[in-house]
Structures are given as C-alpha cells and as structure tokens.
C-alpha cells in the first residue's frame, strides 16, 4: 500500500476516540484536553512521531517502539501427530471444535492483507502443519501474493519425505525441521511416538532437493540430550545444516523447570573445547539466533537464545493461532481475534485498525518471564525417574548415530530400505545397547570403542582421615577450589541376577513395560548427570561423556552393567560412574520385578578411576 494512503489510514485511526481491546470492545481514550495516564506517555509519543514520519512501510505492522513486523506466522492446525515431553502431555490437549478454526479461505484473506502491508516472510506451523490435508494448495496460495518473499514452513519431519516434492513444486522455500536426538530409542522416548526414520529420510530429501541450508531444530534439555550436542555440530561438516540449538523454553504442561535448560554460554563453551576454531558468523537483522561456523564445515550452528538472552528488541514476528488469534508475543497473553471479525463482514479497513491497535499495544519485551526465571530458586527436577523412564512399547533397537554421522557426511541418501535396516535395527540376532555411538562394532557387548588401560596401581593409599567431615566431626563438603583441572575418567559396574523368567523374557524383548535395556541405559544416563542431586556431598561435576554397556550373560541368567563417565575437572567422578551403575540396575529390577521377585543386585563396584592427585586405580 502507497506511504500516503498508510498515512491517511493512520491519521483516521488514531484520531478516533475508541480502539479495540482484545475482545474486541471498544475501550474509551482521554478525550482532548484530559490528563494522559503516565503509562502511556511514552507510546502515545512514538504514535505522534509516527503519524507525522510516515513511512514506507505499514504504519499499521509498527509497534510503539519502531518494531516492523515482516514475518508472519501462521499455525494450520492444533494437531500433532507426535507427543514431545516438552511439548504437550501424553494424552494430547483439548482441541478446538474444527468450526472454530480458520478456514483456508479465511487464512488466505488474511496473508493477502498482511502482505500488502508489508510482509514479506510466511512461516507455516501447527501442531504439525503437514498433517493439513491442503497444506499444498495453501502455499501454492500463498506463491502467488505480490510482494512475498519467503515461504518456510516448521515441520516435524514425519510426513516431509512424502509431501515436499509438491511443496517445492508449489512454493516451498524454506524448511525447518524438529529433531532433538540421533539415537533412535531417545527419538522414541522423547516424542512418545515412533518415526525417527521417516524424519531422516525427510532430512535427506531435502538436502537431495537443493534447500540450502535445511535448518534442524534441536531443543536442549538437561539430562537428556546436551551430551549430543557435539554428534549434531559434526552432521555439519559435510551437508549443507543449520543445526539450531534452542534453549528449553516453558509452556504449559511441559513441567518446565529451570534446571532443565541448558544455556547458549554453555552450549557455546562444550562447543569450544572441541572446536576451539569456531567463528561467529554476522547476525541477520531481526534475527533470533546467534550463527557460528567451523571453518572448513559445510553448513553452520546457531543459538535460539530465547531464556538467556532475549531478543525482543529486534522481534519482527507476528502470529495467528489456528482459530484466528493475532498473537504479538508468544509469550504474551494477549490476543485478538481476527476470525470473529472477518466472520462479523469486517472491511479490510477495520481489520487494519484492529491489527493496528493489537501492534501498538506490544510491549518492549516479555519481561514476566526473565523475572520468573531470574528469580526462580534452584529445583529438582519436576519429572521423576519413574515418570521420564517409563516407555511403552520401545522395540529392538540399536544405537547408530556414529554411523548416520558418517553416512551424511558423505553426502549420500540413504534409501527407505538402508534406513530400515540400519536405524530399527531389523535382523539382528542379539540384543545390546549403548548410549555410544559405536554400540554395533562388537557382537557382544554394547559399547566397542577401546577404553584406553588405566594404570594398573593397585588399592588407592590410605588418607588417614575422612575427607567428608570438618574438624569436629560434622559432615562438611570438601573444598575443591584449589586443585588443578585434571582429566578424569571412572568406570564403575553391577549385576543383575534375574533368573530364568524375567532374563528370558528381557532377551526376547517381551516385558509388557517395554524394553528393559534401552530404559536401563537412558536411566543409567541421566543418573550419571544427577549424582550431586542424589548424593548430599557430592560436587556438581560437568560430564563430557557418559556411556552405559549393558551385556546379557546366560550363564548366569544376568546383566551385566558397566558406566563409565569422564569430565575435566578437580575433582573425580567415580561416584558418577557407580551412581550410574547402580540406577540402571535399579531399573532394570524395576522393569522385571512384575514377574519375578526372585532378583538379586550385586557386584555394584568401582573397576578404575584414572587423573586424580592420589595416582591411578584399576580393580584386580
């Protein structure tokens, strides 16, 4: 629309004496003469300005503190052919009656209008968008709208392989895909669904069709999946990724806790101390991430730094929910709705003034929520072991993220077959597991990489005295501020005797809990990251690596554990390694102990603790 014709539209508008408030109502303003409300002094000022400087763009998408809002996105649905943990409850949500929602028409007729008034950028979202059943005609729509420069879409990746042939054909110029693990097991735990292959195929398909580069979001949680932030920075080496990592973020129902997310510096840091070349790269006007690059890589990483540090004061970003609210923030309350009034016959006139007064009303930043997470207290966290470890349905499963790391770095598209056979593991006669990478090279036990020996030395010297209490006798934490940084490495191991029943029943895969040796490893996992939270005295420590080897000994109808951790650090983390041990046993005793009472847990030991001040120690 011409700058005058913007000008003369915002004149009319704000010389009017009543504006919309989110339902719609209209709201009386000081008439000429009366006192302002110190509150609003500040945007009425920016509003004056920007009333007599009218520019290019649409006054109407330019909030009082000079934001444009260029980008609009609009979610397609409410639902999800998934069920992330951080995302919804097991169950799902309570859906909108489908009357309630935007038509495609509707939508259409407002994309028109956004992009007359300056939006140049669509993204497409849900839900999962891809389940719409028109979703190809909408952006075919959509290629069509004059002054449109970009249409992306966020996608689970499930149904992307499929669809995107005619996506691209239609329009489709940008991708965004979920995915926050590369071991497939992890994939099924944390989205409550299968389909980890068909998001790799929709990857690969689209890496195969020229996006460039094809952007895969990462949520980082805590316990989870941080440990895999380096697999996802090397799939950039040889393929043409924008690997996104984004700071867990609260919503309702997904128990946020703010010991769940792990922030940019420390993803920045872990980063480093594997690629101490890593550059960043030039931040994109109102961009949200921070994009960094390893020379010599393909594609590149970046940061979605929504907790740590926000971006409000660049946001360009508008949203309309799937029945038809205008959403300024997405952490705001406050909504409009614009479906009421193209439904009331609204003209396009009206609906700018509507969409003009919801702009105006944003604020400088979402300052609620850096509040509530500055002053939240330390917590633990809000999912427990036995509610984040119980999996249904988990099937015969073999860990390959080293292999897939491999296998895209050529550059190759693996086909359906290829995945079938490599990523659910068909044909395999035995059962292992690892929670690393190269959990297949060795046919019998879960995690083949050669541990380098520990120094044979024999029982550790005796200290004399406790090292946990104080001069009286009182429990006390040792101070660890003075010794130096050594690297640590510690594996500890247990046994499970679970007896003719339960053992073969746990060999075939046939506990009606689910697979007892995947949960035992992810529960061996996560213990490892929590053993200062279990034991009282224990420092913190920043693991580096932990692996979790679970090996079936028929001979003795048992399992054997072996965890071993590693960190840099002061002080070791042998206590990691035999919490790690133990909470795995502990599980797997959980997962049998429907069917037999009859198990026994023994040999829970340190094997060897190597890079402390007190010299090397390998059980003999």
């Avoid at 489709?172 to 998001?199: M, Q, Y």
């Avoid at 510096?265 to 994109?284: F, I, S, Y």
């Avoid at 940061?303 to 952490?331: Q, W, Y």
Wanted: glycine content about 8%.
């Amino acid at each position: 629309m011409a700058a005058p014709l913007v000008s003369r539209m915002l004149r009319r508008v704000l010389s009017s004496r009543v504006r919309s408030c989110s339902s719609g109502a209209p709201v009386t303003q000081p008439r000429p003469g009366e006192p302002s409300q110190p509150a609003v002094e500040e945007p009425s000022r920016r509003r004056q300005f920007l009333r007599e400087h009218a520019a290019p763009f649409s006054a109407f998408l330019t909030d009082s503190f000079g934001r444009r809002h260029s980008y609009l996105r609009i979610s397609l649905t409410e639902k999800c052919n998934l069920r992330c943990q951080y995302c919804m409850p097991e169950e799902g949500v309570p859906l909108t009656p489908k009357a309630d929602l935007l038509t495609t028409e509707e939508i259409l007729t407002l994309a028109r209008l956004f992009v007359k008034e300056g939006v140049d950028k669509i993204r497409l979202t849900g839900g999962e968008p891809l389940i719409r059943p028109d979703v190809v005609n909408i952006v075919a729509q959509l290629r069509q709208l004059e002054g449109l420069r970009t249409i992306g879409i966020t996608t689970n990746g499930i149904n992307l392989a499929r669809l995107l042939p005619q996506l691209q054909k239609a329009g489709l110029s940008a991708i965004n895909i979920s995915l926050d693990t590369l071991v497939p097991a992890k994939f099924e735990f944390i989205v409550r669904r299968k389909g980890f292959h068909k998001v790799m195929e929709g990857i690969h398909k689209a890496i195969e069709l020229g996006y460039s580069p094809v952007k895969v979001n990462c949520v980082v949680m805590r316990g989870l999946n941080e440990d895999e932030l380096l697999d996802f920075v090397a799939l950039t080496k040889g393929l043409p990724l924008d690997v996104r990592f984004i700071e867990y973020m609260p919503f309702d129902g997904n128990k946020w806790n703010f010991k769940k997310m792990v922030s940019y510096k420390e993803m920045l840091d872990t980063l480093r101390q594997r690629w101490p070349e890593l550059e960043k790269l030039p931040e994109e006007e109102s961009s949200t991430a921070k994009a960094f690059k390893i020379p010599g890589f393909q594609g590149q990483v970046s940061f979605i730094t929504s907790m740590s540090e926000h971006f409000c004061g660049t946001c360009n970003r508008l949203r309309i929910t799937a029945d038809g609210n205008l959403k300024v923030c997405l952490f705001g309350n406050s909504e409009v709705s614009l479906r009421d009034h193209l439904r009331a016959g609204a003209s396009e006139e009206e609906l700018l003034s509507i969409i003009g007064t919801a702009v105006g009303r944003k604020k400088r930043q979402h300052a609620e929520l850096f509040l509530t997470l500055q002053d939240s207290p330390p917590a633990v966290l809000s999912i427990s072991f036995r509610d984040s470890l119980h999996v249904q349905g988990l099937r015969h499963r073999v860990s390959r993220s080293h292999q897939m790391v491999t296998l895209w770095e050529g550059g190759g598209v693996p086909q359906t077959p290829l995945l079938a056979q490599w990523w659910l593991g068909a044909g395999l006669p035995q059962r292992h597991y690892s929670s690393h990478p190269d959990s297949d090279a060795n046919p019998k036990c879960l995690s083949p990489e050669p541990q380098a020996p520990a120094t044979p030395s024999g029982p550790l010297p005796a200290s004399g005295q406790l090292t946990h209490v104080d001069t009286e006798g009182r429990a006390a934490m040792v101070d660890v501020g003075g010794k130096p940084d050594t690297e640590r490495v510690a594996v500890a191991s247990a046994v499970v005797l679970l007896g003719p029943v339960a053992f073969r029943l746990v060999q075939e895969n046939q506990l009606k809990k689910g697979d007892a040796l995947v949960v035992a490893q992810l529960a061996g996992v996560q213990a490892a990251k929590l053993t200062s939270q279990l034991i009282p005295l224990c420092h913190h420590v920043a693991l580096s690596h932990v692996q979790v080897r679970l090996e079936l000994d028929s001979a003795r109808q048992a399992v054997v554990i072996e965890a071993s951790c590693r960190a840099r650090g002061p002080t070791g983390v042998e206590m990691e390694a035999l919490t790690s041990a133990a909470v795995a046993a502990l599980t797997l005793y959980d997962m049998c102990k429907a069917v037999s009472r009859d198990i026994v847990l023994e040999e829970i030991k340190l094997i060897s603790k190597t890079g402390g001040q007190r010299g090397d120690f390998r059980r003999t």
